[in-house]
C-alpha cells in the first residue's frame, strides 16, 4: 500500500488528487492537506469583483466531497518538510499545524511515500508598502473573499458616481516583480464595462498600471499572433482594445508605496512618479511561502527543496538571458535530491523569467514574472499523478512529460460580462515558453497554434468553461472526459 500526500487544494492539487483517487485502488492512501475549507473556480473572482456572481457559484466545501470520493483531508497547514525523517519518525513526513477546531494550533507529523507539493504561491501584499486588500482604497481579486470586498468598494463608488462625483480608478500590478497581469487585465475590462451598464462612464478615468515593458506583454515576453486575416502584435491588440475602450496606460512601472488613494511607482526610465485614485485593484508579487526542510538529523536541507519556490528537473544554473532556453524548463516536476517529491502548478521554482529581465536606470529590476495559468496547473498535476500511478504500478521511468517549452495553453479572458452584450478575448499560444530556436521568425511560437479572437462568443466560452470545470470539480459522472 502506497500514501500520497498531496499539499493544497487548488487547481493542481484538486486535479492530482483527483486522479490519483480515480486510478488508485483503495488499498493505497491519498490524503490532501489544505488550510482552505473550500475549493473556488479562481479564474472566476473576476466575476465575484464586479458583482456579477456570487462566492457561492464559484466555490464548494471540499470536506464531503472528499469523504464522498474517498480522499482524506486535512485542514492544516504544512510548516516544515522532513524527506528522510527524523530520529523518532522513519518515513520521511510533514509537519503540519491544524486551523480549525478542536485541534487547532496543534502539530502533527504526516508521513508519506510520494508528496505532491501544490502549495501555489503566496500572496506577498507585504512586498509592497501599503498593500494591504481592503486598505488605502486599494483591492485585490486574488481570493474570493478579496473579491467579495472589492465588489462592495466598487459599488459604493458607483452609487457616488450617480450622484455626480467623478472617478478614478487605477488597475494593475500593485509591484514590480508581479505575474498575473491577465487576471489585472480581465478585470479592468469587465469594470469599464460594468460603469458603462450603469450609465457612469461618463464620470470615470480609468489607468491601467503595470510592470511590462509593453502592452500585451502578460510575463510571456508578449506573441505575435494571428488576428483574422492578419498578423498582430499582442501589445498591438491590447492598445487597440484600450483605446477603443479609451482606457490610458502606464507601463514599465514598479509600483513601491501605497498611500491612501496614491499609489508611488518607479518607471523603467528612472523616474519616481505617483498616480491618485478613488480605487485601486492592484495585484501583488507572488512568493514561495518560505517553507524550511530539515534532514534526518535535523540538519537544515532547506537548499535542497526550495529556491523560493520547490526545486524540479530544471536548470538553474545562473546564465545571461541570450542563453536561456526552453530545455531549461522542468518536464517531470520531481525533485531530483527526493525523487518521491513533487511540485506542479505554480509550486515549482521556475528557472527563470520568460519575459526579458530589465532594470530601471537606478538598478531597480522592474518586469514581470512568468505567469501562472489555469490550464499549464491542471496538466502538470495530472502528469505527476499518472508518474506517481505508474511508480506505484511498478514501472521505475517518468514517461509522462510536459514543458511549459512544449506545451501550448488557451486563455479566454473576460472582457465584459453579458449573454447579449458581453465580450471575451480568446487567445491560444504554443508554446507558453518562447522557443526562438524552433521559431526565430514569429517570436518564438508557432503562428499557426498562436491566434487571438475578440467578441460575444468569447464571453459564452468563458461562461461555459466556469461550468464545465465546476462540474469537474465536483467529480460528477465522466469528469474525467473535460480535458485539463
Not at 517549452?405 to 480568446?426: E, F, P, Q, R, V
Amino acid at each position: 500500500m502506497s500514501k500520497i500526500v498531496i499539499l493544497g487544494a487548488g487547481i493542481s492539487g484538486h486535479v492530482a488528487a483527483a486522479h490519483l483517487r480515480r486510478k488508485l485502488s483503495k488499498q493505497h492512501e491519498v490524503l490532501v492537506v489544505s488550510p482552505n475549507s473550500n475549493y473556488q473556480w479562481i479564474p472566476s473572482n473576476i466575476w465575484v469583483g464586479i458583482g456579477r456572481m456570487k462566492s457561492e457559484e464559484i466555490l464548494f466545501p471540499l470536506q464531503p466531497l472528499y469523504k464522498k470520493k474517498g480522499i482524506g483531508y486535512k485542514q492544516a497547514k504544512v510548516s516544515t518538510f522532513h524527506p528522510e525523517g527524523d530520529s523518532e519518525t522513519e518515513k520521511p513526513f510533514v509537519k503540519v499545524e491544524y486551523v480549525v477546531g478542536k485541534k487547532k494550533g496543534q502539530t502533527e507529523k504526516v508521513t508519506y511515500d510520494y508528496l505532491i507539493n501544490a502549495t501555489g504561491p503566496k500572496l506577498a501584499f507585504d512586498m509592497t508598502e501599503g498593500l494591504n486588500p481592503g486598505t488605502n482604497k486599494a483591492y485585490s481579486v486574488c481570493t474570493y473573499t478579496h473579491a467579495e470586498h472589492a465588489w462592495d468598494a466598487l459599488n459604493d463608488l458607483i452609487l457616488q458616481m450617480k450622484q455626480g462625483k467623478k472617478a478614478k480608478i487605477l488597475i494593475g500590478t500593485g509591484h514590480a516583480k508581479s505575474t498575473c497581469q491577465g487576471a489585472a487585465f480581465e478585470y479592468i475590462l469587465n469594470v469599464e464595462q460594468e460603469l458603462r451598464r450603469h450609465n457612469v462612464r461618463d464620470k470615470a478615468e480609468i489607468v491601467w498600471i503595470a510592470n511590462e515593458p509593453e502592452l500585451g506583454d502578460f510575463g510571456m515576453d508578449g506573441m505575435l499572433l494571428s488576428y483574422g486575416n492578419n498578423i498582430m502584435k499582442s501589445s498591438e491588440m491590447v492598445e487597440m482594445v484600450f483605446e477603443d475602450r479609451g482606457i490610458k496606460w502606464i507601463i514599465g512601472a514598479g509600483v513601491n508605496k501605497i498611500e491612501d488613494g496614491v499609489a508611488h511607482y518607479e518607471t523603467l526610465d528612472g523616474e519616481y512618479n505617483s498616480e491618485t485614485y478613488d480605487f485601486a485593484m492592484l495585484i501583488p508579487a507572488f512568493s514561495g511561502h518560505g517553507f524550511k526542510a530539515f534532514d534526518k538529523n535535523n540538519e537544515d536541507i532547506t537548499e535542497k527543496l526550495f529556491k523560493g519556490f520547490m526545486i524540479v528537473d530544471a536548470d538553474y544554473t545562473p546564465k545571461p538571458y541570450e542563453e536561456w532556453s526552453v530545455q531549461d524548463w522542468p518536464e517531470t516536476y520531481q525533485n531530483p535530491s527526493y525523487k518521491n517529491i513533487f511540485a506542479p502548478g505554480i509550486a515549482f521554482a521556475p528557472p527563470h523569467a520568460i519575459s526579458k529581465p530589465r532594470v530601471s536606470k537606478n538598478g531597480t529590476p522592474i518586469s514581470p514574472s512568468p505567469p501562472r495559468t489555469g490550464m499549464p496547473s491542471g496538466i502538470t498535476a495530472k502528469l505527476v499523478a499518472d508518474n506517481i500511478i505508474d511508480a506505484i504500478n511498478g514501472k521505475n521511468n517518468l514517461h509522462h512529460k510536459g514543458s511549459m517549452g512544449n506545451m501550448g495553453a488557451a486563455c479566454i479572458a473576460s472582457a465584459g460580462y453579458g449573454m447579449t452584450k458581453g465580450s471575451g478575448i480568446s487567445i491560444t499560444t504554443y508554446p507558453i515558453v518562447p522557443d526562438y530556436h524552433k521559431y526565430p521568425d514569429t517570436q518564438g511560437r508557432k503562428l499557426s497554434k498562436t491566434f487571438g479572437e475578440i467578441g460575444l462568443a468569447g464571453h459564452w466560452l468563458k461562461l461555459a468553461l466556469h461550468y464545465a470545470f465546476i462540474y469537474k470539480a465536483k467529480m460528477r459522472p465522466f469528469w474525467w472526459l473535460i480535458p485539463e
